[in-house]
């Protein structure tokens, strides 16, 4: 069974900096493309960032492009996701994803449970 976990989260003003990380575990990461999706209060969840297998391909939304960098240690099975000049637009629930093929979109074939990121203004 395959189970994602992230942790990083927290409560940081504008301007500040957070990393992101989540774990793969049931199947080794390099199985999967990794990504990084967010769903703010009331709002559906969007994508934010996709890395392929082995990293050497990266896609980023434009909201966050040039802020956010995801990474990845497939000898760790964690992905990674680098928030950098937060905004309080930035403020929500932020998902890692997995799946065999690599997707620009909120399709994916698994899911970990979030954590929240807070942009203070």
């Known amino acids: 069974q395959v189970q994602l976990v992230e942790s990083g989260g927290g409560l940081v003003q504008a301007g500040d900096s957070l990393r992101l990380s989540c774990t793969v575990s049931g199947r080794t990461a390099s199985s999967f493309a990794l990504g990084w999706s967010r769903q703010a209060p009331g709002q559906v969840r969007d994508f934010v960032a996709v890395?392929?297998?082995?990293?050497?391909?990266?896609y980023y939304d434009p909201s966050v492009r040039g802020r956010f960098t995801i990474s990845r240690d497939n000898a760790k099975n964690t992905v990674y996701l680098q928030l950098n000049n937060l905004k309080p637009e930035d403020t929500a629930v932020y998902y890692c994803?997995?799946?065999?093929?690599?997707?620009?979109?909120?399709?994916?074939?698994?899911w970990g449970q979030g954590t929240q990121v807070t942009v203070s203004s």
């Open positions: 890395i392929s297998k082995t990293g050497d391909y990266t």
């Open positions: 994803s997995a799946d065999t093929q690599l997707r620009v979109g909120a399709q994916y074939d698994y």
